[in-house]
């Protein structure tokens, strides 16, 4: 049984730092690309982040400069260092590992921008 579970959300305030963190269990996860994705309230979930298996990274404009994705494959763990959060950052960050069958989901971490 293939789990994500999510960790390091929280409030910040604007130009501060977080840490996302996702602990994958239950499938060879150096095998598969992993994201980082997120839903603001009234809006579709978006793309922020991902990392190919081989380290390759690609960013939406949005956070590209201020947000930091890595992967540890001895850990099978995947990373989101955020800094000089904004107000618009604010959302539920959700895990994702892109098998070649499915989708998998973690089940979200809040992460609110708020001064």
């Known amino acids: 049984q293939v789990q994500l579970v999510e960790s390091g959300g929280g409030l910040v305030q604007p130009g501060g730092s977080l840490k996302l963190s996702c602990a994958a269990s239950g499938i060879i996860f150096n095998s598969w690309p992993m994201g980082w994705y997120r839903q603001a309230p009234g809006k579709q979930r978006e793309l922020v982040a991902r990392v190919t298996r081989g380290g390759t990274t690609n960013y939406a404009d949005s956070v590209k400069g201020r947000f930091t994705i890595s992967r540890d494959n001895a850990k099978n763990t995947v990373n989101l260092q955020m800094n000089s959060l904004k107000f618009e950052d604010t959302a539920v960050y959700y895990c994702?590992?892109?098998?070649?069958?499915?989708?998998?989901w973690g089940q979200g971490t809040q992460v609110t921008v708020s001064s």
């Open positions: 994702n590992l892109n098998s070649a069958s499915r989708d998998y």
